[in-house]
Structures are given as C-alpha cells and as structure tokens.
C-alpha cells in the first residue's frame, strides 16, 4: 500500500485541539484538584509495565490527569519505585525534551508491597491513601484500583479490597477489572456474583480492550449518524456479516497461558462478541451507558448458542518458509503445550441471531494467530441488484469494510462506470482512510480512552454483569463440546490464510468471494 504519510504513534503527544475538547468534557464529570490514587495490582506484572504505566504516563504528559494523583504500585515482589521505573520506562517511550516532566510523573509514583491474601498488605495500601488525604488537606481521596492479576488470585484481592480500602462515602471507589472474566459461563457467573456481593455494578469496569479502538467506537455513529445506511442495516439488504481478527505472530511466549484458553475464549468471546453487539444491536434510546448496553443484552440474548456444525477450529503448525521468526515453531512445539492438546489457535464460528432484523444472516467471527497477516475488521457483504440490467456476473456484491487495525479505514466496495467511453461496469471503492482525511490527528490508543472513561464514570465502553452472562451462553456449550469430545483441530500452516475449511463454512453460508476486486491505493 502506498503510504508518504507520517503515521502518528503513541509516543507523540494528542493535539491541543484534542487535549483541550477532552479536558473540557472531563472538566463536567470531575474535578481536577480533588485528590485521586490510581493503584496498580500486579503492578511488577507484564500487563502493568507493558500497558498501564506506560498509558498513565501518556495521560498525564498530555495534562489529562487530574493534577493531585498518586499512582500506587502494589505486589508481592520486593520492589522500590526506582525498580518498577526500570521495568516500565522502556515502554513509556520517552522522548528526550519530556525528561523533566516523566521525572514529575515518577515522583508521583510509589510502591507498596503486600501478599494478595492477607490483609497486612491492604491496611498499608490503606494508610498510604488516609496520608495522602490528610496531604490533600483532608479532602477525600477518589480511587481507582486496577487488578491486573491472574484469575487465580482475583477473589482474595477483591475481597480484601473491600475489607480494607474502600472509601468512606464522601469519595468514590472504582474497580477495574482485565480478563479472562471466567472460563465459561459457570465460572464467569460465580465471579459475577462474587464482585455483586462486594461491589455495586457502577462501581465495576471490565475492560476489553477493543472497545476503545477508534474503529469499534465509531460504529455507532456509522449506523445511527448516517440516515444513508440506517435503511439497508437489515435482513433486506445484507448478505452476511464477517467479524474478524488475524494476527501475523503465534502465541510467543504466551503460550502456557493459552493453551489454558484457546482462540475462543481469549478473543472470540469477548473483543468479537463485543463488536457484533455494536454492529447488531438496536438504535438505543439515548447516549446513555445503561441504554446502550441494554440494547447489546437484547443482541447476545436473541443469538442462538453456536452449534459444533457452524465451528471450524484450528491450529497451526510451523512453516519455516514463511518469513517470520516464529514460524519455524508450530503451536505445540512450544516446550509449555503438551502434545496432544486440542486448543484452537484458530477458530470461525457463526453466529445466528434470531430477531427481526437478523434472522437468515449469518455473523461470521473468525479470529486466529500464526496467519498471513495482521487484521481486524467488520466486513458487511450486500446482497446482489434485484433485477440486474447488466450481462451476467459483472455487478458484485457491494461491502462495507471498517478496517479496526492496522491503518484505520472504513470503505464502501462497490460498482461505478468504467470511466470513459461505453457502458463497462467495474468494481471501485469510496475510500475514507483515517491517516489521509485525519492527517494531523494521533488517534488516543485504546487503554488511553478507557482510563479517561472510568476517571469521569463513563461505563458506556466497559462490559456489564448481564452482557458477560449472555456471550458465555453462546459460546459454552460449543467450547465444552470440543473439549468433551477432543475434537481436533485442523492444522493450518503458519503464514497461511488458516483453514480452507472456514472458507467452505462461510461459503456454505452464502458468503461470495470473487477474488475480482483489486485495489489501487492513491499516490499521496
Ligand atoms: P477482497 O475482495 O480482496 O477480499 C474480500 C474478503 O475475502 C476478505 O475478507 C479476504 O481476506 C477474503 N478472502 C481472500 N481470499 C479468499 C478466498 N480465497 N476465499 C474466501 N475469502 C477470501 O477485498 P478487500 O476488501 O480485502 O480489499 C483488498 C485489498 O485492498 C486489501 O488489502 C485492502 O486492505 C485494500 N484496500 C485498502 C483500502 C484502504 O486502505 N483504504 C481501501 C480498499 C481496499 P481474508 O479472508 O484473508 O481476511
Ligand atoms: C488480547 C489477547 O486480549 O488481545 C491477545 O489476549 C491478543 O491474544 C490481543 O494478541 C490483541 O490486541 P490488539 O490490540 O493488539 O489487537
């Protein structure tokens, strides 16, 4: 692809026009001089130094923190802040003119170290915040706690959290939580209930991740700003919808923790499902956290369990001529995966959704790692002209493609005149590149949006109790049945497009692949 432009990354500053609009909506939700604590569980942890430092850091170079905040490490290794600095610096990509300020942010920062399961740890996390108040003038400290934790340890630690740090009542307490969010809906619900019993549900944020992608959030606005595509977002007029995520690299060093999981519950089940409610849900009655996840539980709700019929899974194997360094290593040639295990890397599942405006259109989610490329969009395939005037085969379906990652995009594929003389159709695009149109802009990353979210209580973009429940429900059954019954996997080689298989499901289904578009990317 064609590409002159500059590409913005996380390492530069959000524009002052953007850093001002967002200052001036989180100016009506809180206050920037009231005391915060921002405390990070795990915080020795991969996630901690690869993600959250790195994103406050980011947060509060660009002044989007409030200005009284302490960011408190808290785990059991024995660390100093100059340590925790060395594990997260490298991924904070500091330059060297914002030295003074990542300085500033570092003696923000403390460290608190304490077991997950008893409560001497807590008390001290505790008196560390009841300093900073008395610090703060004696004005209540909000907090923001951050659990990013093995599911092993997730009980105990909410558990005393409750016990030991919660506010008092004239400040808030909010908890973020990662996934997995359980194994299956049984173990999912009994997590449920558990933080129920601790926590009122405005006070839990399950993050996925990928409802802050710019591409995922701007799906409502295509479907509910755009009068030009409302009437046809329907049974009428769509083919099929395909929901997908391809990654180029296999489960790295991950992979004692997958093979626990499968592509179905670390990806399928959550970043995907979520995406279809977007894409599948009614027009909710206002912008309103509740009234938008409600119409995402009506979704989940009218969608039929998958069955192991509409399943194709995989798994790869090593294919040294692809270029890749990790593609001389197939899934279980990793010494932490046993050798005969079953767990999918690749999966493709469809999804039917039996309400009024779906029935008879298939969902395709398709997600797996050790693939040809890096990829994730939703690719709405129209159903052909009624009465087509033109000789046969040469009008192809039209598709709306909204590229999440990488290079934003969203592009309508559909046919226009052969330009010049005669009446010759051909197949085009309205292409609306985000780095083209937006060329100034650096897009906030994901965790970026989501921590700004919770600091002004906004849920709108953080899964609730129900909306977990009901995606299990779809997926559980299917999941124990590959289990129960061992069911193996196909193997695909690493490099590939995964399984011919899933391409056949789809096309069973009515999915149309012509291979007849070519896309020419414009000279910038
Ligand atoms: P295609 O018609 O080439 O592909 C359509 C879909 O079919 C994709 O899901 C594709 O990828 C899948 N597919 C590919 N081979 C097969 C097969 N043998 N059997 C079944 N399905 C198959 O159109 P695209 O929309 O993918 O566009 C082609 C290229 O043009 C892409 O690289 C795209 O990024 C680029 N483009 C870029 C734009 C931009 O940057 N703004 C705008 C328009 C196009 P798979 O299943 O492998 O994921
Ligand atoms: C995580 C999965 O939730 O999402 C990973 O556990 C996956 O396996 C990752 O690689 C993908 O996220 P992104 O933002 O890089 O597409």
């Not at 619900?189 to 944020?205: R, V």
């Not at 994730?376 to 379906?397: C, H, N, T, W």
Request: glycine share 6%; with cysteine.
């Amino acid at each position: 692809m064609a590409d002159k432009c500059k590409r913005h990354s996380v390492s530069d500053p959000l524009s002052k026009d953007l850093v001002e609009c967002l200052r001036e909506s989180m100016q009506r939700e809180l206050k920037f001089e009231t005391p915060y604590v921002f405390v990070v569980f795990g915080a020795s942890g991969d996630l901690a130094k690869k993600k959250i430092y790195p994103t406050l850091w980011w947060l509060f170079r660009d002044n989007l923190l409030p200005v009284n905040i302490k960011f408190v490490g808290y785990a059991r290794s024995d660390l100093i802040v100059c340590r925790l600095r060395e594990s997260f610096e490298k991924f904070c990509k500091v330059r060297e003119s914002e030295r003074c300020a990542f300085d500033d942010f570092i003696k923000k920062c403390s460290y608190v170290q304490g077991q997950y399961d008893t409560s001497d740890g807590f008390q001290k996390l505790q008196s560390s915040i009841a300093d900073f108040q008395k610090e703060s003038h004696d004005q209540a400290v909000n907090r923001l706690y951050y659990l990013a934790l093995p599911p092993s340890v997730f009980n105990v630690v909410s558990t005393e959290l409750k016990k030991n740090c919660m506010d008092n009542g004239d400040s808030w307490t909010r908890v973020i939580i990662e996934k997995p969010f359980g194994h299956d809906l049984k173990s999912s619900c009994e997590l449920s209930t558990h933080l129920a019993n601790l926590f009122k549900e405005d006070q839990i944020y399950r993050i996925d991740h990928y409802l802050g992608k710019e591409m995922v959030q701007n799906l409502m606005v295509m479907r509910f700003g755009n009068r030009i595509l409302a009437p046809s977002w329907n049974r009428d007029h769509i083919a099929s919808v395909m929901i997908s995520f391809k990654e180029d690299f296999g489960t790295g060093g991950r992979a004692g923790y997958f093979d626990t999981a499968g592509i179905i519950r670390d990806v399928m089940q959550n970043h995907l499902m979520q995406i279809l409610t977007l894409v599948a849900m009614e027009k909710p009655a206002s912008l309103n956290a509740e009234d938008i996840r409600d119409e995402k539980v009506k979704v989940l709700k009218a969608a039929k369990v998958v069955e192991l019929k509409d399943i194709v899974v995989g798994q790869y194997v090593a294919n040294p001529e692809f270029d890749h360094p990790e593609a001389s290593q197939g899934y279980k040639d990793d010494k932490s995966v046993p050798a005969d295990s079953t767990t999918p890397t690749y999966a493709l599942a469809v999804v039917h959704i039996n309400n009024e405006r779906w029935e008879g259109v298939p969902f395709f989610l398709r997600c797996g790692k050790a693939l040809n490329e890096k990829k994730a969009e939703v690719r709405i395939q129209f159903k052909e002209v009624s009465g087509d005037i033109y000789p046969s085969g040469e009008l192809k379906r039209s598709e709306l493609v909204m590229r999440v990652q990488p290079n934003e995009a969203v592009y309508m594929k559909l046919m226009t005149k052969k330009p010049g003389m005669g009446f010759g159709v051909e197949e085009t695009e309205l292409d609306l590149t985000y780095h083209n149109r937006y060329k100034e802009v650096r897009l906030p990353d994901a965790y970026e949006r989501l921590f700004l979210e919770v600091f002004m209580g906004s849920q709108i973009n953080f899964v609730r109790t129900d909306e977990l429940e009901y995606a299990w429900r779809i997926l559980t059954p299917v999941l124990e049945e590959l289990e129960k019954k061992k069911i193996q996997p196909v193997q695909y080689k690493f490099g590939s497009r995964g399984p011919t298989e899933g391409d056949d499901l789809m096309q069973k289904y009515g999915f149309l692949f012509t291979g007849t578009y070519k896309w020419v990317a414009p000279k910038l």
